[in-house]
């Protein structure tokens, strides 16, 4: 399944592995562990967004939050790096391992209270083209 990224810095974070894991809402609940993703810079349906294709990954978990403005409460966490609620400093961890430089640079990113988000975690990531290429 396709999976874009709108910030070119996020996709240097994925290749360097430092991005771990992208959030969003799914409410059909069709992100599944084990699914093939392919990481698309843009939306290769858009052309006027100059996408680019630049690997591929496996779904490792998916687990549902709520994401409010002072905290993070998973509604049903499987093994994980993270504890069932998040607070305090574990919110910068968090915003870090999704390639933001703190929680508040995340809560700029996601406006508003976003309840029952998606929590996409991959693994097995494969790199495809240079991220300096033309696109």
């Not at 698309?40 to 403005?69: A, C, M, S």
């Amino acid at each position: 399944m396709l999976l874009t990224f709108k910030r070119e810095s996020f996709v240097q974070e994925i290749i360097e592995g430092t991005k771990i894991h992208t959030l969003r809402p799914d409410p059909n609940d069709r992100w599944k562990p084990h699914m093939k993703i392919h990481f698309w810079k843009g939306n290769p349906r858009n052309v006027k967004q100059n996408p680019y294709f630049f690997g591929n990954g496996i779904v490792f978990e998916t687990p549902r939050l709520h994401l409010y403005d002072d905290a993070i409460e998973f509604i049903h966490m499987p093994a994980s790096i993270y504890k069932p609620e998040l607070r305090g400093k574990e919110l910068d961890r968090f915003a870090r391992n999704d390639g933001f430089k703190d929680w508040k640079a995340m809560k700029l990113w996601f406006p508003g209270i976003h309840k029952n988000m998606k929590l996409i975690f991959w693994s097995d990531f494969e790199f495809k083209i240079p991220p300096t290429s033309a696109h």
